[in-house]
């Protein structure tokens, strides 16, 4: 797809202010980098023959195809460079990145409508006029001060959000999406010495855990009796542990992760002599652990091997159509160890409309490094 050039008629970008200016024909390079973390931008190069050159300026749009799934999304250009030929270089943002920077207003008087994902961005007051939109089938409950209390940007609230509720943002242009998890399992094996070619691959345990334990520091009150007076002292009690490595995963060595529940007790004391209320809070923490692991992707609880490598092997990226950024892939290793990796960056070529790069293992980068820094 050869490069749409726009222009908004207001600073408030909107789908209604932006204006088509014309196709890029003479594009010599045009690649979308997406990243699970939140990034996403383009770098593209054009001839200087091309016959709207002079109309390429910074804080105008690019309208490029981003993967083999989506529509074609809008870029605000944010620095242009010329070679001693006249050739053109620019870089660009995700239009996303004007939600980010709106403020939400901490003077808000409405409460929210309730403690979902869409409830909390319906209850939000904006700063400045607001044109994005907001979906999640997300119905699942957390607490979010974001904006309640103090002012912040819709992009700290977003990533609050994405901490919050475990899950993966989807941007199509001004439309924002919230998934529990983005990308699903495929049936595609990348083979060492067959489709890899020869990447860089790390293999890496150092998280590998195997069961979660939620705990409380509470405190055990023991009540005055026959002349002895009323004692208290610390105590922390814990869950059962509860196991979340896979069955088909062997176990090698047992590992905790252990969570700190202490939000979910209204009181902080415990009479251990009076209606059993030691067993009762073991049983919440019980509770706890299980929410835990109920609202966590197993890729997020590092629950097996990670694979971290890089594919650019034009053969294996040609056979990849069918995965995109979210997915896990099985990665057969020598000798035919196999783990899964799950696609974290994508590089997408939108001239020939095929991949140019594909980066599996863990996410290593945060929505806040692409937010405007504030405070």
Same mark, same amino acid.
């Given at each position: ?128 006029? +607001?044109? &994005?939109?907001?979906?999640? !089938?997300?119905?699942?409950? =957390? @607490? ?5 209390? $103090? ?124 209606? +059993?209320? &030691?067993?009762?809070?073991? !049983?919440?923490?019980?509770? =706890? @652990? ?5 609202? $966590? ?79």
């Amino acid at each position: 797809m050869l490069p749409l050039l726009y222009r908004s008629s207001s600073d408030s970008w909107s789908p209604a202010s932006m204006q088509y200016i014309g196709r890029l024909t003479k594009a010599q390079k045009c690649t979308v980098t997406e990243s699970l973390g939140g990034v996403y931008t383009l770098s593209a190069v054009f001839a200087p023959t091309d016959a709207l050159i002079d109309e390429i300026q910074n804080q105008r749009f690019l309208s490029v195809k981003p993967n083999p799934f989506d529509e074609p999304q809008l870029f605000e250009l944010h620095g242009a460079d010329y070679d001693e030929a006249g050739t053109l270089t620019v870089k660009g943002r995700h239009i996303i990145h004007g939600c980010y920077n709106n403020l939400v207003t901490s003077d808000y008087a409405e409460a929210p409508q309730s403690n979902t994902p869409e409830g909390h961005w319906n209850s939000l007051g904006f700063a400045f006029t +607001n044109h &994005y939109t907001f979906s999640s !089938a997300v119905t699942s409950t =957390a @607490a979010m001060e974001i904006g309640y209390t $103090k002012i912040d940007t819709i992009g700290k609230f977003l990533e609050e959000m994405k901490a919050a509720f475990s899950g993966d943002f989807h941007y199509n242009n001004f439309a924002v999406e919230l998934l529990q998890h983005r990308g699903s399992k495929k049936n595609y094996v990348l083979r060492w010495d067959k489709n890899i070619g020869s990447p860089a691959l790390g293999l890496t345990s150092a998280d590998l855990y195997t069961h979660v334990v939620a705990y409380a520091k509470l405190t055990a009150v023991i009540d005055a009796s026959s002349g002895q007076p009323e004692r208290r002292y610390e105590v922390q009690v814990c869950s059962d542990p509860k196991r979340i490595l896979p069955a088909s995963v062997a176990l090698k060595q047992r590992r905790i992760k252990a969570i700190d529940a202490g939000d979910y007790f209204i009181s902080k004391e415990i009479h251990p002599r009076q209606n +059993n209320e &030691y067993a009762i809070a073991k !049983a919440l923490l019980n509770e =706890a @652990a299980a929410d835990y692991v109920a609202h $966590k992707a197993l890729s997020e609880l590092q629950t097996v091997e990670n694979a971290n490598l890089k594919v650019n092997y034009r053969p294996a990226l040609d056979e990849m159509t069918a995965v995109g950024l979210g997915d896990t892939v099985d990665v057969m290793l020598k000798g035919g160890r196999t783990v899964e990796a799950r696609i974290t960056k994508t590089e997408y070529d939108s001239l020939a409309e095929r991949w140019k790069s594909i980066e599996l293992g863990e996410e290593r980068i945060k929505l806040s490094n692409y937010i405007a820094k504030r405070r």
